[in-house]
């Protein structure tokens, strides 16, 4: 009896590792969204299965399969980001540009519509690093827009495409 239990055992782990390596990273639920708050962004699925946690003192790291290769994107200096994309009604048609700078400087932002008019332009003076600065989106019709930020001395220069829905 105790032979035949030891074997069943035997034969259970092994096909139990046999197939746990050829696990693929999937989705299971179509929900989730991704956020960014300073220098961090983050990406989730909800219904995801869990595969590994990190930890800290302060901060809990749970990955899971949200894409081929999970991740958190930290921008390094001289970056800017724009975040929501589409801009919608849900978040009153507010696009937040954040800035990831080594030093204070003068930064313009062009707003052009899909035919390559400009339809809007900002200048900031003397931004920290981590600043948001916020482009009201509202007052565009439905379409997609490209918004050039440059900064004065050369090193900060992106084009985002931004959807309005």
Known sequence: MFKKT???FILLSFVVTLF???LTP???ASGGGSATKFSYSLAYTFGETFIN?????SNTLTEGFHQTYPKVIIPGYNEVTATPNPVTSR???KLYLTFYIDDANS???TIYNISGKNVDIYNYDNLLTGENKEIDFSSFTLGIYLVKVKSKN???QR???IEKI
């Open 6 to 8: 030891l074997i069943f």
């Open 20 to 22: 746990a390596q050829k």
């Open 26 to 28: 999937t989705v299971i």
């Open 53 to 57: 946690t990190l930890k800290s003192q």
């Open 91 to 93: 978040n009153f048609y």
């Open 107 to 109: 930064y313009t932002v």
């Open 154 to 156: 050369g090193k900060i």
């Open 159 to 161: 084009t985002f495409k």
